[in-house]
């Protein structure tokens, strides 16, 4: 195989194919025959081997999980502390519901794995699509690294709960053995789910979404929210082929067919009446219809278990291993389609469009009020930076006693090797750093730079193209220039002003384009980075501050880019700009040069000089320095000779020489000088003849009218988020509604399950909510931390766009799905103003639970984080809502909890309006705890618990109140 392959290959490409194989040994000649260059076994070692390395480094995301796990397990064991082993049914319902908590807990806490193992997915598709291993290696690798991941988790967990809630200890502890593989089994089983759902999906927010809609459905049909005999016929497979009621039933059956529940059933007992063939807790299990043997209450569903975790990782051999999720890119030849008309235009017509006839235009076409420009000299004299670093006693300098300055009309190019401190200069100049000491004066035209002010006329353009997706490009620059030109610009000359931008940086063509996924179906790279510029550019700014402008771009997209900030420089701006080994072409585009070593010191700054011959006569005069030849490039001689990259020592000490060269000591006058320069002395603290006004560059009803418009304009491009959760709330109002149809309560299952639906409902309305806004507002984050950066308006205006954009989404979606499920569950049916009441506190709930998401998105450091602790919190709000367990069961050091609940509001409210009976009028006026009292009183009685009225049930064991609803 491999010699028809040489054979077939023809000039240099034979010669190179050749020459190995004949010098190579035996097997390394077949190299072509194989399709993986490893064997079978060596690529599931090294595969693994990689694996649980990753895993263990992952000690951010391993702690995160240990600690939410160790604090669930604390809580719940606390909250049900030492449950007492009686045969009443109000303490055999809590054991019913640790188990219910436990299976809920494990399955919840496998979503969290989901963006971790998309972010794997990538890099596994790149070197698979490669062939550097087979997709049964990475899965083995990746189901082996979760056992023991698992395993101390459960470590962790199930003894907290089982020990501190006083479950069963009979037969010498050994139920505490097999709780600890039931619930070992249905996490491993739901992490394995997750990842055949991340495998499926494309994003992680359909991913997450699928995970928590199955898992939710699981829930449903576990046999704790509604009871099996209570379940439709058209469900009923579903409660079978649950994974989680097989996991419910096992934990629930390993408690109560335990030696504990032994005693044999009285007709004292409630619950045992019919059924003296049984003992307690078989009578129990018969309320809710669970099995009331050993095998089939525990070793059938283990089995099963195992049966669905081995179906599983089958499925996710298959996805991984046929299923391919490529980014969509635009090839370079697209993009030169795309971008043809531009190109065909000649060069030369390009350069002669000048930015400065933009303020004439202007002013023009308004003569009352124009955009006004003042030109600005930035000088930096002595400035150190130095942070500290942990574990070290001093503190790390990064930048030595750099001086210099940047005039109006000069491009100033800030270079040098990686870690010499380009970046680092250009934030510090531009007030980026916010950590660190900053040492030294900054000076705009003489006087020290104040940062509100001075973000107002700067602009600051990072090498990170970060943008709004969902708005246009034109509507990009209309943001930026309303919220930071000058409050005096008119409507027409803001308008004027961002057409003539759109024309300088070659974007009118592609105005009304939405921004998109950069590089991904939306903006190129090249057009990403002009709306950049074009961004700060709208606001008119003095001084402009570009990070690697070019970085990542062709050399046709940077011709364009180095010409349209060559126009801004011509317009009299002061640019300073980091760029990294630029080629010839661009680098004589720059007129000064700041070339700094490692360790932030100066090694030369002055003028570049035509066909940078300045530049070149001062390294040529230094002595040993050898000279730069006609074909090469200077940039990169410089670079080379200052001991810049791999394998390049500095000829000498250049930083010294400059110190002590004629042309520093021209330079440190000059800067001296700056400080008295009364060309630019306007005024202490202020800018130009007109002074700007510290604060934003609009009133604030104009920023907050603006920064909301945006958002909602945002929410309503935003299909998959914002109508897609409005299906989402269909989809599972039909299944709930569809699922307790109709549901009579007359007899204590069916009571359970009435409630059932309302916690389910309540909880997923608000848990799905939160949990696909998260990733919304991270990706935002950013864009808004850029935004505040340039001082664009207050951060109370973008919680706020965020809040009001939300509303109507959230009144729609919980409107849809009360008048679905709840309608189709009998619930809150009897008027129109009890349906209203019902809808209105489900609504304030969802609202509550999604801001506080909002809120978690913005406080923690990513989305994964946020997404680990919501859950944390949802249940323990979930737990001491008065559900789970009674009011009056709660241990009084965790009252506190109910009390600050919103989820216990929530659910007592609609409880209360569920299973109201009006007693104050007839014919139930009259009503007792009696059974036979007020025989004609239509509210619903309780069979099996002696025909008492369903409203007492639940007023006593709930504590409700329908005046306080």
Not at 254 to 272: A, G, H, M, R
Not at 573 to 597: A, D, E, G, N, Y
Not at 939 to 956: E, F, G, P, S
Request: hydrophobic share 40%; with cysteine; glycine share 6%.
């Amino acid at each position: 195989m491999a010699s028809e392959k040489v054979q077939q290959a023809v000039g240099n490409i034979r010669l190179q194919l050749e020459r190995p194989l004949e010098q190579a040994p035996p097997e390394t000649a077949n190299i072509f025959d194989n399709e993986y260059v490893q064997d079978g076994y060596t690529s599931i070692k090294v595969v693994m081997r990689r694996q649980f390395t990753l895993t263990l480094r992952s000690k951010s995301f391993l702690y995160a999980r240990m600690i939410q796990l160790a604090i669930l397990g604390i809580f719940t064991g606390t909250l049900f502390y030492q449950v007492p082993t009686t045969s009443d049914r109000a303490d055999m319902d809590l054991r019913k519901s640790l188990a219910f908590l436990a299976a809920m807990t494990l399955s919840l806490n496998s979503i969290s794995q989901i963006p971790v193992q998309l972010d794997e997915r990538t890099v596994f598709e790149k070197q698979y699509s490669a062939r550097f291993f087979r997709p049964y290696a990475y899965l083995l690798a990746c189901t082996l690294s979760q056992i023991p991941l698992t395993l101390v988790e459960m470590v962790i967990y199930t003894p907290l709960v089982y020990f501190l809630t006083g479950l069963t200890l009979a037969n010498n502890g050994a139920h505490y053995i097999t709780y600890a593989i039931a619930a070992f089994l249905c996490a491993n089983t739901f992490a394995m789910f997750t990842r055949f759902a991340a495998s499926l999906c494309h994003t992680k927010e359909s991913a997450s979404g699928i995970s928590g809609l199955c898992i939710t459905f699981f829930l449903l049909f576990s046999g704790f929210l509604i009871a099996k005999n209570k379940v439709p016929d058209w469900w009923i497979w579903v409660y079978y082929i649950s994974p989680l009621q097989w996991a419910i039933t096992a934990l629930i059956c390993n408690e109560f067919l335990s030696d504990t529940y032994s005693q044999p059933c009285n007709n004292s007992i409630t619950y045992c009446r019919g059924r003296s063939d049984m003992n307690i807790g078989q009578a129990y299990l018969a309320i809710y219809d669970f099995p009331t043997t050993t095998l089939r209450g525990y070793w059938v569903p283990v089995l099963v278990l195992f049966f669905y975790y081995w179906v599983l990782s089958c499925c996710c051999f298959w996805t991984v291993a046929n299923v391919r999720h490529e980014e969509v890119k635009l090839p370079s030849i697209a993009r030169l389609l795309r971008n043809q008309t531009a190109i065909s235009k000649p060069l030369e017509g390009k350069t002669k469009f000048r930015f400065s006839r933009i303020f004439k235009s202007v002013q023009n076409a308004n003569n009352d009020v124009g955009i006004k420009f003042e030109p600005a000299m930035l000088s930096f004299h002595q400035i150190v930076y130095e942070i500290k670093i942990p574990g070290i006693k001093d503190p790390r300098v990064l930048l030595s006693n750099v001086s210099g300055f940047s005039k109006p009309g000069t491009m100033t190019a800030l270079m040098g090797s990686s870690g010499a401190g380009k970046t680092t200069l250009l934030d510090v100049l531009a007030g980026r750093k916010t950590t660190g000491r900053i040492l030294g004066d900054i000076l705009a035209n003489g006087y020290p730079k104040e940062q509100e002010t001075f973000a107002r006329i700067t602009g600051y353009v990072e090498q990170n193209d970060i943008h709004t997706p969902f708005i246009t490009v034109r509507e990009s620059f209309q943001f930026s220039g309303s919220l930071r030109l000058p409050r005096g610009t008119s409507a027409g000359a803001r308008q004027k002003f961002i057409e003539e931008v759109l024309k300088l940086l070659e974007l009118n063509e592609i105005e009304d384009k939405i921004v998109g996924a950069i590089g991904d179906g939306g903006l190129s790279v090249e057009e990403a980075k002009r709306l950049t510029i074009g961004v700060e550019l709208v606001a008119n700014p003095s001084i402009l501050f570009l990070d690697e402008p070019t970085s990542g771009l062709d050399s046709r997209a940077a011709q364009v880019v180095m010409r349209s900030i060559t126009n801004i420089v011509e317009s009299g701006r002061s640019v300073i700009c980091t760029i990294h080994q630029p080629s010839r072409r661009l680098f004589f585009c720059f007129s000064h040069l700041m070339l700094l070593k490692r360790g932030g010191e100066i090694a030369y700054f002055g003028p570049i000089g035509e066909q940078a011959r300045d530049l070149l006569e001062y390294f040529h005069s230094r002595p040993g320095v050898s000279e730069c030849s006609a074909d090469q490039n200077p940039a990169s001689y410089m670079l080379e000779i200052i001991g810049a990259g791999i394998g390049h020592t500095a000829e000498r000490d250049f930083a010294r020489d400059y110190q002590q060269s004629s042309l520093a000591q021209q330079y440190r006058i000059f800067i001296k000088n700056l400080k008295e320069l009364e060309t630019y002395k306007f005024g202490r603290g202020k800018f130009g003849l007109e002074p700007i006004i510290k604060g934003y560059g609009a009133t604030y009803w104009q920023l907050c009218k603006i920064v909301t418009v945006r958002q909602f304009r945002t929410y309503w491009r935003n299909i998959s988020y914002s109508f897609g959760r409005m299906m989402l709330m269909i989809v599972l109002g039909l299944i709930l509604g569809t699922t307790y149809y109709q549901i009579k309560y007359d007899n204590i299952a069916g009571m359970s399950s009435r409630m059932g639906l309302i916690y389910i409902g309540v909880i997923m309305v608000g848990l799905t909510n939160a949990n696909n806004v998260i990733p919304q507002v991270n990706a935002e984050r950013v864009v808004y931390y850029r935004e505040r950066a340039s001082n664009m308006y207050p951060v109370l205006f973008y919680s706020m766009s965020w809040t009001l954009a939300e509303i109507p989404y959230l009144c729609i979606s919980s409107l849809l799905f009360c008048s679905i499920c709840f309608s189709l569950g009998g619930v809150a049916t009897d008027s129109a103003k009890i349906s209203f009441e019902f809808w209105i506190i489900l609504c304030e709930y969802t609202a509550c639970i999604t801001f506080f998401g909002i809120f978690l998105a913005m406080m923690t450091p990513n989305a994964q984080v946020a997404t680990l602790i919501i859950p944390v919190v949802v249940n323990i709000w979930n737990m001491t809502s008065g559900f789970m367990i009674p009011k009056k069961k709660i241990p009084s050091f965790w009252m506190w909890l109910y009390w600050i609940n919103p989820t216990q509001f929530t659910l007592n409210s609609l409880a209360a309006i569920a299973f109201h009976c009006d007693l104050d009028n007839p014919p139930c006026d009259t009503c007792t705890l009696l059974p036979t009292s007020c025989p004609e009183c239509p509210c619903v009685r309780v069979q099996d618990q002696d025909n008492m009225l369903a409203w007492y049930i639940m007023k006593d064991s709930m504590s409700l109140d329908y005046t306080k609803r």
